[in-house]
């Protein structure tokens, strides 16, 4: 009975853990899909002029930070699991391109996000 009760615990905190390692990789993730809007808003100045710096130096900062959260993660989760759940950064750049530069979102484009969605979905619970 004891055992069953430390077996019980450790699988919960075992889930605890991969929760909060999918969770934090997914908060990277949306992270490294930020540095789009900055390229895209970098686009429209002059080069090398202080607005442009200013935009390419925020993603170069933001890059840095995603990549040690990207190697800190690759610590703790599969590979083929941090790898799958990276492709949702498509998702997040096409809502960015929607909400923030009125791009047009096209049905072809929510059934590819639906297609990715599902994928990491099954990625990430292919170990259960």
């Known amino acids: 009975f004891m055992n069953d009760k430390i077996i019980n615990q ?3 905190e075992g ?3 991969r929760l909060l390692g999918i969770v934090g990789l997914h908060l990277a993730i949306f992270l490294y899909s930020t540095t789009g809007i900055f390229t895209k808003m970098a ?3 002059p080069f090398l002029s202080v607005r442009f710096v200013l935009f390419y130096g925020a993603v170069i900062l933001l890059m840095l930070i995603y990549a040690i959260l990207w190697q800190q993660f690759l610590k703790i989760m599969p590979l083929n699991t ?3 759940n990276r492709s949702v950064s498509t998702v997040w750049t096409m809502l960015f391109g929607a909400l923030l530069f009125h791009e047009r979102i ?3 484009m929510i059934l590819g996000a639906a297609i990715i969605i599902v994928g990491v979905c099954l990625v990430v619970t292919a170990d259960e």
Request: aromatic letters at 14%; glycine letters at 6%; charged letters at 25%.
């Open 10 to 12: 450790r699988n919960l």
């Open 15 to 17: 889930r605890k853990k």
């Open 43 to 45: 686009s429209g100045t």
């Open 82 to 84: 941090a790898y799958a």
């Open 106 to 108: 096209t049905w072809a």
